[in-house]
């Protein structure tokens, strides 16, 4: 209800304070609106700072706020509203009274597939911030935000705030190369936690929990192929119950206490097994472990035996759903350059054809002609794209070693300039309905 809405925006005005509630805002509404522009954005945030100020005051009129939201959405639904445009504008206009406000509250524009914030150089930063601090600030958080929205909001927060006390910092410093150099490295865990993990809550919120935990499993099945099913599979569970909890909530260390401890887990059952992890296991930061293993690429295929086909009973017997996630555990072991996007086309693919026969009159006629459909063109598809990505690998390889300094994002780029496809689609953090559509539907 009205009293709820105001009593909340009010709580936490006064709790964080004018300026703490400001930037709450610009960095919540650029992640709803990543589609907008720098100025939509701070229309929007100047309307609600000013709404929040005027009415949050001890004292102020009970129907202040209401009668200001109300303003505020009549704004939002004039033709030259100055505000973030959404195609679901209208639909919500065409309410009235609070459920027009709370529709129009609800509107978020897609995250964008491809972060597109690249951090200027330590000089430009600085001329930046020395020319308007806070118009730097403002258009920092916006462009960090509008990127990185999938990250959970705590994870953000903290990210850009120690972002903009880095750069205030180090640019009134007598020696601002060593102040960023120094600060760089004590906030690297938390710019990688936040560029994984808006990989990872991306990719939950385009799957949902049940095919994250297929692309986990055969992301490690790539990386430790000779690892069991049985080893991997509750990993790949943990770490998908892991961004559940995780992606959209609002305790401060629910990502990095979770990861760590699901880090701890991995390490405990594959350090043994895998030089690779066993070396990424050796330090003390299980974060910065989580890193590493996150970052190995796929192993070379072993000696496997030839692989066995599911049985129509498998499918569609009580045990389905976990002889499928097997049968792309084995897929992926043996085509380890094979993307994410290809092998989530077989799993959706696989679930269509158990929905579709397994209640159907005669299942074994309807399975079996999927398979035909499926068999003709699968080895041809799964050869091109493991070659395909397996050049990828080996540039991305030949590359760390040419210039092992270089940062992730640097040798990102470089690969990205010689394979669109292959530089976009086959790490396994690759943005998931980016490159769905990348897949051409061969099955």
């Known amino acids: 209800g009205k009293a709820y809405v105001r009593d909340k925006v009010c709580q936490e005005f ?157 640019c009134i410093s007598p020696t ?49 192929p000779a690892a069991s099913f049985e080893d991997l599979f509750p990993l790949a569970e943990d770490a998908a119950e892991v961004f559940s909890q995780c992606c959209d909530s609002l305790a401060e260390d629910c990502m990095p206490k979770k990861l760590s401890e699901h880090t701890a887990k991995a390490c405990g059952v594959l350090a043994t097994q895998d030089e690779r992890f066993a070396v990424c296991c050796k330090g003390k930061n299980l974060m910065q472990n989580y890193f590493c293993i996150s ?17 129509n009973r498998q499918l569609c017997g009580e045990e389905g759903a976990r002889h499928t996630k097997r049968s792309l555990f084995e897929l992926a072991r043996r085509h380890p350059s094979i993307p994410d996007a290809a092998l989530s086309k077989l799993y959706d693919a696989s679930e269509k054809a158990r929905g579709e026969c397994c209640s159907a009159k005669d299942t074994s006629a309807c399975l079996d002609s999927k398979r035909l459909r499926m068999g003709e063109g699968l080895p041809p598809f799964l050869e091109k794209a493991n070659q395909l990505c397996g050049q990828y690998t080996q540039l991305q390889e030949s590359l760390v070693r040419r210039m092992p300094e270089a940062s992730p994002e640097l040798l990102g780029q470089l690969v990205e300039q010689r394979a669109d496809f292959a530089s976009t689609c086959c790490p396994h953090n690759s943005p998931p309905l980016y490159c769905a559509a990348k897949v051409k539907p061969h099955l």
């Open 176 to 224: 601002p190369t060593a102040c960023f150099l120094k600060e760089k490295m004590e906030r690297k865990t938390l710019s990688l936690l936040t560029l994984m993990s808006n990989r990872a809550c991306s990719r939950f919120a385009a799957y949902g929990k049940d095919k994250v935990t297929v692309s986990y499993l055969a992301s490690l099945a790539q990386k430790v």
């Open 295 to 311: 970052a190995l690429p796929p192993a070379p295929t072993p000696k496997l035996p030839e692989l066995q086909k599911l049985t």
């Open 14 to 170: 006064k709790i964080l304070g004018k300026e703490n509630f400001r930037t709450l805002t610009i960095i919540t509404n650029s992640r709803k609106y990543s589609n907008a522009t720098f100025e939509e954005i701070s229309h929007l945030v100047r309307e609600i700072v000013s709404l929040a100020e005027t009415c949050c005051t001890d004292g102020a009129d009970p129907s202040c706020y209401d009668a200001g939201s109300s303003a505020l959405s009549a704004k939002s639904c004039g033709r030259s509203s100055p505000f973030p445009s959404h195609p679901g504008t209208a639909g919500c206009c065409a309410q009235e009274g609070l459920e027009q406000k709370l529709c129009l509250a609800a509107l978020r524009h897609p995250p964008q597939q491809l972060p597109q914030y690249l951090q200027p150089s330590n000089e430009e930063l600085c001329q930046a911030f020395k020319k308007d601090p806070r118009d730097f600030a403002d258009r920092f958080l916006h462009e960090y935000a509008s990127s990185y929205g999938q990250a959970p909001l705590p994870v953000l927060l903290g990210s850009s705030t120690t972002f903009l006390s880095m750069v205030s910092t180090c």
